[in-house]
């Protein structure tokens, strides 16, 4: 079963505009992370934030955690046509060992 | 390697048969994962190992799956009689965490099984 539901399921926007996901999830978790996938080709981590924090920057990449809303915001500012991929949400939970996959927006960026 | 390796990256079977997918973790990770991504969903939780044993294998869908790491560093998922619903792409990953510490998992690029 998936934990994480990302929304949109599809986005399509303009290189130079800013892409928001996000991702709600069921369960309490301690951590959620959130990876991207190019078409064919694993998994590639971006961001991890845990349960106690509200907001964390890696270069482009914002995200966002609500833990009472069990909600994350994922947002990619100044987009362009290499950030084309799927982007999934991911939480560890109390067993926290194992990863839980929503089933991820599928951004294109227009060049 | 420097990243996870997985073999093979495409493979083709009848119904029936028996399919072998290996990992190659990254080298120094304790734990490994396999998982198991659909067309169009995200990837779900098939196994995981710390060291050698199996910790977790809640996600194998029945007794036709399953997997070993004897020595603590490579893995082989095996599927007995395979099924077409079990056409998927296979995701290994490695993490240098050890139990009870979540953190970023290195995926390989995945083997995607099909079977006619």
């Known amino acids: 079963s998936q934990q994480g539901e990302e929304d949109p399921q599809a986005l399509s926007i303009q290189e130079g505009e800013n892409a928001t996901m996000n991702c709600s999830y069921k369960?309490?978790?301690?951590?959620l992370q959130w990876y991207r996938q190019n078409s064919g080709r694993g998994l590639v981590h971006l961001i991890l934030?845990?349960?106690?924090?509200r907001e964390k920057h890696s270069g482009r990449l914002r995200v966002t955690l609500d833990t009472s809303k069990k909600s994350s915001s994922l947002l990619i500012t100044a987009s362009r046509a290499a950030d084309t991929a799927s982007y999934f949400c991911?939480?560890?939970?109390?067993?926290?060992?194992?990863?839980?996959f929503g089933k991820g927006t599928l951004l294109t960026v227009n060049p | 390697g420097a990243g996870v390796s997985q073999t093979p990256s495409n493979k083709v079977t009848e119904k029936g048969k028996y399919v072998e997918l290996r990992c190659d973790p990254i080298?120094?990770?304790?734990?490994l994962y396999w998982y198991r991504q659909s067309l169009g969903q995200g990837p779900e939780f098939l196994i995981y190992?710390?060291?050698?044993?199996?910790?977790?294998d809640s996600g194998l869908p029945n007794d036709r799956f399953f997997a070993v790491r004897p020595e603590g560093s490579v893995s082989t998922l095996k599927i007995q009689r395979t099924e077409r619903g079990d056409s998927a792409v296979y995701l290994c990953?490695?993490?240098?965490?050890?139990?009870?510490?979540?953190?970023?998992?290195?995926f390989g690029e995945g083997s995607r099984l099909t079977v006619l």
């Open positions: 990953a490695s993490s240098s965490r050890d139990r009870g510490h979540t953190g970023e998992l290195f």
């Open positions: 190992f710390q060291g050698t044993g199996a910790a977790d």
């Open positions: 934030i845990r349960s106690n924090e």
């Open positions: 991911a939480t560890s939970g109390g067993s926290n060992y194992k990863l839980t």
């Open positions: 080298s120094g990770h304790t734990a």
């Open positions: 369960t309490s978790i301690n951590n």
